[in-house]
């Protein structure tokens, strides 16, 4: 779970939650946004928000460390495909859609060949409470 400004909001936090079987799902308070299918994730790993580019780094099954945009996420097909099962649009359905659908695709991603744990965040999250 992780939480933040998510798409540049800075009046609230949303909420991240990942599942055991890899999906995460956005909460805009106590309102579901989204949930979304990640590639190559079988169980949930460590997954962390960084504001500065509106993203998720996440560590995957594969011992791989991937990178996902929000806008990637909120605008993507919820089943990870890239037409969600609906039939293949003719020509002119294709220039006239403006909200068209995609699938999940990665910023960027990394082999680090091991797995990753979570670390310093939550140590320095606890620091900060402790004094606070």
Known sequence: MTFGGFGGES????ILVQSMDGRITIFEQETHAFTR????VL???PIIYVPKIDS???ATSTLHVECYKYQVLASSNPD????GGAPEPDANQRRMSVTAKKKVTTDWSICVGEQVRPGR???QNKR???KG
């Not at 299918?37 to 190559?40: A, S």
């Not at 990870?80 to 037409?83: D, K, P």
């Open 80 to 83: 990870g495909s890239e037409r």
């Open 121 to 123: 965040r939550e140590a």
């Open 56 to 58: 998720f780094v996440t």
């Open 11 to 14: 009046s609230r936090d949303l």
């Open 37 to 40: 299918r990640l590639n190559n």
């Open 128 to 130: 900060t409470v402790a």
């Open 43 to 45: 169980v949930p790993g």
